[in-house]
């Protein structure tokens, strides 16, 4: 079984040949490319993303048989925990895929691996910003290549830089108003939306911002951007201010500051 360090390098490698992919297709016009919604009219997909996820399944399954797999475009799809028994690959292709097709450059792979809820490596590259996120238990976190940190504690929370982004799901949206926009409009410097949360995670963990939270995220969301907060420095929370674990659904991830 390979090291948590050799895991993320091969996260990297297959994150790049997924990244070259996607930038082909991101030269091309949408209508080209894309298939439809899924759950909604709020989640597309394309054919770069299908294409981007089996080139890393592809890659990772033969770097790394003893793994196994959660895809948010193959199989378990609709996974809420990981294997215990074995390291799996948590996977997004395309994290960002509606500002990928209205071809606007916050997108990015993101790769995490866990056992149960451990998590042991993450990788987020967003190939047309040319920055490649990575990290591994135990051995800090790094911005291609230069090691990075979560921010420093804000005294006034004023000063923190704080983010969120839109669910799928329309009762999740109106959540994110209620328990966040509207209650923290005047809370902090202030607060971003970018369309994709594994690289909102991935800003938290190289100090953009302070924070960045969500109400409905899904593994392949998540584990890799948390992988990094936690090399980095960094905590996360649920909503209520209790622990995280890796898990679907809300989380506020923070230079170790609680800020709702």
């Not at 609709?78 to 097709?101: E, H, K, L, V, Y």
């Not at 209205?102 to 866990?114: Q, R, T, V």
């Not at 921010?151 to 994110?176: C, F, G, S, Y």
Request: proline share 4%.
């Amino acid at each position: 079984m390979a090291s948590n360090q050799q895991y993320a390098s091969h996260a990297k490698a297959a994150a790049k040949i997924a990244g070259k992919i996607a930038l082909e297709y991101y030269e091309k016009p949408a209508s080209s490319y894309m298939l439809g919604s899924k759950e909604n009219d709020n989640s597309i997909v394309t054919k770069a993303d299908k294409e981007c996820e089996a080139a890393i399944v592809e890659y990772l399954s033969q770097k790394c048989p003893e793994c196994g797999f959660i895809g948010e475009e193959g199989g378990k799809q609709n996974a809420d925990a990981c294997d215990s028994s074995q390291p799996t690959w948590i996977i997004d292709p395309i994290d960002g895929t509606t500002n990928f097709a209205y071809k606007l450059p916050l997108f990015a792979m993101s790769i995490g691996l866990a056992r149960g809820k451990e998590l042991l490596a993450g990788v987020v590259y967003a190939p047309a910003l040319g920055e490649l996120f990575e990290a591994s238990k135990g051995n800090g976190a790094k911005l291609n290549n230069k090691a990075i940190n979560v921010a420093q504690i804000a005294k006034n929370p004023k000063e923190m830089l704080v983010a969120t982004d839109w669910p799928h799901e329309p009762k999740l949206r109106t959540a994110t108003v209620n328990n966040f926009l509207r209650k923290h409009e005047n809370s902090f410097r202030y607060s971003h939306l970018l369309g994709s949360a594994a690289i909102g995670l991935a800003y938290v963990s190289c100090g953009r911002f302070h924070a960045f939270c969500h109400a409905g995220l899904q593994l392949w969301d998540v584990a890799a951007g948390a992988c990094l907060i936690e090399e980095a420095g960094g905590k996360l929370y649920k909503w209520d201010n209790t622990e995280w674990a890796l898990s679907k659904g809300e989380v506020v991830a923070t230079n170790g500051q609680f800020p709702l």
